[in-house]
């Protein structure tokens, strides 16, 4: 769920930006909108690992209750690491956004120099 509303928010802020960037043609905004387009496929890509996961582990339930152990336990492995995979997607998407802030920011600093 958390992932939608970020993903949500961003498709938000990117029609705005793209708005904003055919009045001014900003550069800083067109990078913007660059760095906003690899985080939406970041989290499209932590939603079906996220998703993955979620499947996989319902199934090593199933299959853990059909008293198949071995290859519920190796299932369930495998929706640890879709969860890894997903969690470690996000840690990245988060630090680009971090890096997408202080961009936005950069003007701020730069009158603040002159």
Not at 2 to 24: D, G, P
Not at 54 to 66: G, T
Not at 101 to 113: F, K, N, T
Request: avoid cysteine.
């Amino acid at each position: 769920m958390a992932y939608t509303n970020r993903f949500l928010t961003i498709a938000t802020i990117v029609r705005s930006l793209k708005k904003t960037y055919k009045e001014k043609q900003n550069d800083v905004i067109l990078l913007e909108i660059k760095n906003l387009n690899l985080r939406l496929t970041l989290i499209r890509n932590m939603q079906m690992a996220g998703v993955l996961s979620l499947f996989l582990s319902v199934f090593a339930m199933l299959l853990l209750f059909l008293e198949q152990q071995t290859a519920g336990i190796y299932l369930f492995g495998l929706s640890l690491l879709a969860l890894l995979i997903s969690l470690l997607l996000s840690f990245w998407e988060i630090s680009i956004s971090v890096n997408g802030l202080r961009l936005h920011l950069s003007d701020l600093a730069d009158q603040e120099v002159k």
